[in-house]
């Protein structure tokens, strides 16, 4: 990826205003990932929740989170699967779900004394490899909230992965590995720009801390009101960009 596009492909979703809009809703309180969740196995639980939730989904996806947050952690795990089923009935997919859930919290009792110590990427290869119906994907929003937000990790999910990374000149990589390829390909980028970029920005609250969250909530925001519509005439950027699948 070139980091001078890049950087400027930033400035543009910068001044963009339904973008940051969106952005500014979510940076202290994410919809998917509430910050008044203070019990971090929950939010591992959580995480991996979030998955094939569509936007149109969001309020009864935060009333299952809410009411397993209310049971708390030692009640999840002492629920029968029948119980369980019906927690997460409302999001469908509930038998995969179920088996989720019970795989986690058996992998946080064998696990758990590694967390602080992993990386991201290793974390996130823990749980795609050892928890069932977990992904490199589901890895990643799990970390992202178990180590709550703002942190380096971006997800990458399959529209960022399969439509607009690559239409921003990201290496494109549909294997089950490539979101994680990517989203490192993607930090690396953010780190190479963050010093240059959080000098010019004009946004007063962006610091060292808290840039990858604001490009992950950027380039995600842009995805959904942009590029879900796959509109040549809703492209916001002023430059060409390579590879867009759109134009």
Avoid at 81 to 106: C, K, W
Wanted: include cysteine; hydrophobic fraction near 40%; charged fraction near 25%.
């Amino acid at each position: 990826m070139n980091k001078t596009t890049f950087f400027t492909i930033l400035k543009e979703l910068e001044e963009n205003e339904p973008v940051q809009k969106e952005v500014m809703k979510n940076f202290a309180d994410n919809l998917w990932w509430p910050a008044c969740i203070e019990d971090s196995r929950l939010r591992l639980l959580i995480g991996g929740l979030s998955s094939r939730i569509s936007y149109s989904m969001i309020d009864t996806y935060r009333a299952v989170i809410f009411r397993i947050a209310e049971s708390g952690y030692q009640a999840i795990c002492a629920m029968s699967d029948d119980e369980l089923t019906e927690l997460v009935r409302p999001l469908g997919l509930f038998h995969t779900r179920v088996s989720y859930i019970r795989s986690m919290i058996q992998f946080i009792s064998q696990k758990s004394s590694f967390f602080e110590e992993w990386s991201d990427e290793v974390f996130i290869k823990e749980i795609a490899q050892n928890v069932k119906n977990a992904s490199y994907k589901i890895g990643q929003c799990c970390v992202l909230y178990y180590r709550m937000y703002p942190n380096r990790v971006m997800p990458v999910d399959s529209g960022m992965r399969d439509i607009l990374l690559p239409c921003l000149g990201f290496e494109s990589n549909k294997t089950a590995y490539g979101h994680e390829i990517m989203r490192e390909e993607l930090t690396n980028t953010v780190t190479e720009i963050a010093g240059d970029y959080l000098k010019d920005t004009k946004l007063e609250y962006l610091n060292a801390r808290n840039f990858y969250w604001w490009v992950h909530l950027s380039l995600i925001y842009y995805k959904r009101i942009y590029c879900n519509r796959k509109d040549s005439n809703g492209c916001i950027f002023q430059i060409e960009v390579p590879r867009c699948d759109v134009r």
